[in-house]
């Protein structure tokens, strides 16, 4: 189990990780998400003694990274593809790790096998390696010592769709025979379909966690009418917020079947009537993050804003 407790860290006058509380737990994977300057690898960075926190703690098994005494049996770390020896094979890669580990000399023909490497790659020198059989590699790595705790930084960056779902798949068995994986990513629909749990983080705090079923059941309803304003004063007479988007689309935290009695009641007809996680991820993440997110919007937007 994963356990950090008010983790912060301060660079001068800016705090990169502000007082970030949460855990991840074995046989779950857990999701960590949020825009780009977020926090997540300072975060990771500091679970595995790689960054010194300014304060609170990150433990491992009730331990810090520092105190474990041969890491890599007890956590895999991947939190950047691309800082391996460029010119040493990747087969010269895995075998350093597996003496200094003290494994049998088979462990790296083992994950070699296991992130389908070919020979012809395992000699090759990793400069000339794509980013794709980089995050293998860099799996492998993190797999080799069997540890029961994955933390790995945006593994599917550089994976075509194919060795996104072996990633996928292999992350799932890992936690399904009760490994514990803390997997960050900005690929929301990957996220969303092998996540457990969920931790968002925006400007360095964290704005909501929970699990999966929880966080997107709470996004609430979204409902079109053709007399939309009609029915968002009758939702807001029965007690209940209700917001109108510029399009027309109404949200509110009011089941589905609530506004849906609520319209018949107002005599209005409904065009559409969802609940909002039926968007999925993407539109809970963006609505929980939108204080963080950068200026994406067009000159036409801005024109009519």
């Known amino acids: 189990m994963i356990t950090v ?14 007082d970030v509380s949460f855990s991840a737990r074995a046989g779950r994977v857990t999701g960590f998400l949020g825009p780009n300057g977020a926090g997540k690898s300072t975060t990771m960075r500091m679970m595995v003694g790689l960054t010194s926190p300014t304060s609170g703690t990150a433990t491992i098994s009730g331990r810090s990274f520092a105190d474990l ?16 020896h460029a010119g040493r094979t990747g087969r010269e890669i895995l075998g350093i790790a597996q003496r200094t580990m003290g494994l049998p000399k088979g462990r790296v023909e083992e994950m070699l096998h296991k992130v389908s490497l070919t020979d012809a790659e395992a000699e090759r020198r990793v400069k000339n390696y794509s980013l794709g059989m980089r995050q293998r590699l860099g799996i492998a790595t993190a797999l080799i010592g069997d540890p029961e705790v994955l933390i790995l930084d945006e593994p599917a960056n550089g994976l075509d ?12 068995e890992y936690a399904d025979k009760g490994g514990t994986v803390l997997l ?16 968002v983080i925006g400007n360095g705090r964290i ?9 997107l059941a709470a996004a609430g309803t979204v409902v079109r009418a053709d007399r939309a304003l009609d029915l968002a004063a009758a939702i807001r007479g029965t007690g209940q917020t209700c917001n109108l988007d510029p399009d027309g689309t109404l949200r509110t935290e009011v089941d589905a079947a609530q506004v849906g009695r609520i319209a018949l ?3 209005v007809a409904l065009t559409e009537l969802r609940s909002a996680d039926g968007a999925g991820l993407e539109e809970m ?8 997110q950068r200026e994406t919007r067009t000159h036409t937007e801005r024109t009519a804003a």
Do not use: C
């Open 207 to 215: 704005v909501a966690q929970g699990t999966k079923a929880e966080l």
């Open 265 to 267: 009641d107002a005599g």
């Open 161 to 172: 769709p194919a060795g996104i779902r072996w990633m996928r798949d292999l992350l799932r």
């Open 184 to 199: 960050s990513s900005h690929l929301l629909h990957e996220i969303e379909v092998i996540a457990d749990d969920l931790v």
């Open 69 to 84: 005494p041969n890491p890599g049996l007890e956590v895999g770390v991947l939190l950047d593809a691309s800082a391996q």
């Open 5 to 18: 407790e008010s983790l912060t860290k301060t660079y001068g006058g800016f705090t990169a990780v502000d």
């Open 285 to 292: 993440f963006l609505e929980l993050t939108a204080e963080t």
